[in-house]
């Protein structure tokens, strides 16, 4: 069985490798091998722009060899998590185990799980504690781990805060240096680098948060295309990286502040370069729509022959001439996130739009004759009542007979999803709604939309109840994940009660325990978020990049290097 098992690993990456073009394979003579792992399958691992970029940060790097690993959950037919169906490499098919230095991109918590059987299934230890000199160095970066590293804290040697470029040179010196050192004096010296964080040492006041000043001195693009991913045979693109807007939940406008956009010019290097291995572009960001020449860089890049797809939308700026370039480019669904249902809880939650923006967005979708319309809200917002949900179905309702008028048969979805609060936001010292509750209002809106043509769809209650002890729980985390038997909801829960993780506050109380990591915005910041929330006042989006400013913290007030956007009006580019 154990033979097997290897065998069908080894043959099933042979297998990927052979679908991919652009994967970096090397001699490992003189070279520090280094597992990049993707704590999930392959195909969604693929889909994930950060993983692409540090593997092509890494390989740009003569002395490394950086392969790729995922973790598939083991075959049905296969009983409980095997040793033997440890993962294996891509590019070269090794396991895990060895390579002196394993490193994981994290940016999902539900898949905390996937972390700690993946090591189990390396036959690595899974708790640092209990490994020793000739163990693999176990290292983690990601979304997840900048907002709370504590939950796998017992996991990890040490952990990556921030954005990967400042910090990735001095993180390989050091690691090569020290490759094949006592794993004491390997913790010593990472400890001394700005921007991690090694638990074994403690935080000290809190391990700074390291970002990049100057976005243009960088790129983040896709190195290798495949069939086998949601974006199949596309090329990605950073556009834009963080969020100004300032939504109360939201991670990716707090901790991946300030907003920053790459010159046009860049981007369209970056396009024409794309552009000759697929036609298939996507523009990614968390605030990509923000951009101030989004419109023009789809406009010119559908002039060069791509096919464009921009990862969001934003319902406010919906410009025609981008559904136009997005139409001719493939897209068939247009997503919005207007958040909230009634203007009231989207003024709570600082999202600056009002019923006429998502109306008029919902008719240019419909007038653009786009197959599908997502918009996504939450539920379960602080201080939300039966009312607000209410006007989220009337809202629907007016969305779905606006998009009817025209006549050319575009679906409506409203996805639905409960607030999880988040470490490093606004909400992150709340209490989550009861799951009777969030049932409750998930049942007005089916009541309401019955019959009505509009897909509802809805995350589970008891799922986002585990996605917030994963987000804001300590160390025990682990450690309830080593007691489980299986990742279905009834193990989670079970685990959690057992380890003391399933209170009204997943950590107990008391400071978070994400406070081990400083965003470099202030506790003051959060006060004041919290008190326009109950008030029902907004918070002005950044200011841009070459002002800066000191409102936050993150900025302290220093210019912020930039770049001058030459814009040529949109009719001049569109009209050739």
């Known amino acids: 069985m154990a033979q097997r098992s290897i065998a069908r690993n080894v043959a099933e990456a042979r297998r990927r490798l052979a679908g991919e073009t652009g ?8 070279r520090l091998p280094i597992a990049l792992v993707y704590p999930n399958s392959y195909y969604l691992g693929m889909s994930n722009l950060g993983l692409q970029t540090i593997y092509g940060l890494l390989n740009q790097r003569q002395d490394i060899v950086c392969e790729r690993a995922f973790y598939d959950p083991p075959h049905k037919s296969e009983r409980g998590d095997d040793p033997a169906l440890g993962p294996v490499t891509i590019e070269s098919q ?8 394993v490193a994981y991109t994290l940016t999902y918590e539900i898949d905390y799980y996937h972390v700690v059987r993946s090591l189990q299934s390396a036959q690595i230890e899974p708790l640092s504690i209990n490994r020793d000199d000739g163990d693999p160095l176990i290292i983690a970066g990601g979304a997840a781990v900048i907002t709370n590293p504590l939950p796998l804290a017992d996991c990890f040697d040490a952990f990556v805060i921030g954005e990967a470029e400042p910090i990735l040179q001095d993180l390989v010196d050091t690691l090569d240096e020290y490759a094949y050192s006592p794993r004491a004096e390997q913790l010593d010296a990472l400890a001394g680098i700005p921007g991690v964080f090694v638990p074994a040492l403690g935080a000290g006041n809190g391990v700074e948060r390291q970002w990049v000043r100057d976005i243009s001195t960088t790129e983040a693009m896709s190195l290798v295309l495949t069939d086998e991913t949601e974006f199949n045979q596309m090329t990605l693109i950073e556009a834009a990286r963080g969020c100004g807007r300032g939504c109360r939940f939201c991670i990716a406008g707090y901790v991946f502040r300030p907003p920053r956009y790459r010159p046009l010019e860049s981007l369209l290097n970056q396009v024409e370069a794309g552009l000759e291995r697929s036609d298939r572009v996507g523009l990614l960001g968390a605030a990509v729509a923000d951009h101030p020449q989004l419109a023009e860089l789809a406009v010119e890049a559908d002039r060069m022959g791509g096919r464009v797809s921009v990862s969001s939308l934003r319902v406010d700026n919906l410009a025609p001439e981008l559904l136009d370039v997005l139409s001719r480019g493939g897209t068939r669904t247009v997503t919005l996130a207007p958040e909230a249902g009634s203007e009231r809880m989207r003024q709570r ?15 240019k979708v419909g007038a653009a004759a786009m197959n599908r319309l ?12 039966d009312e607000d949900v209410e006007e989220m179905a ?9 998009l009817d008028a025209h006549g050319h048969g575009t679906e409506l979805v409203m996805s639905v999803g409960p607030l999880v609060p988040k470490p490093a936001t606004a909400y992150q010292e ?12 998930q049942r007005i809106l089916q009541t309401a939309f019955r019959k009505s043509g509009i897909r509802l769809r809805g995350d589970s209650p008891t799922w986002a109840r585990i996605d917030d002890i994963c987000s804001r729980s300590d160390q025990r985390l682990a450690h309830a994940i080593l007691e489980m038997e299986s990742p279905s909801a009834r193990e989670w829960m079970r685990a959690a009660n057992l380890w003391g993780l399933d209170g009204a506050l997943p950590w107990g109380g008391g400071p978070g325990p994400w406070s081990a990591v400083e965003t470099g915005i202030t506790a003051r910041f959060f006060e004041r978020e919290l008190s326009k929330h109950k008030r029902e006042k907004a918070t002005i989006a950044c200011p841009p990049p070459e002002i800066g400013c000191n409102m936050c913290g993150v900025c302290g007030g220093n210019e912020i290097p930039s770049y001058s956007p030459n814009i040529v009006p949109l009719e001049a580019v569109a009209g050739g």
């Open 430 to 441: 709340l209490i989550q709604s009861e799951p009777g509750l969030v049932k409750h209002r």
């Open 94 to 101: 090794r396991p895990l185990a060895d390579f002196p230095l």
């Open 349 to 363: 939650i600082n999202k600056a739009v009002s019923e006429e923006h998502i109306v008029n967005a919902a008719d």
């Open 374 to 385: 997502k918009l996504y809200f939450m539920i379960g917002l602080p201080d939300e009542e």
């Open 394 to 402: 009337k809202l629907g309702l007016a969305v779905k007979e606006r």
């Open 23 to 30: 994967a970096v394979r090397k001699d490992w003579g003189g």
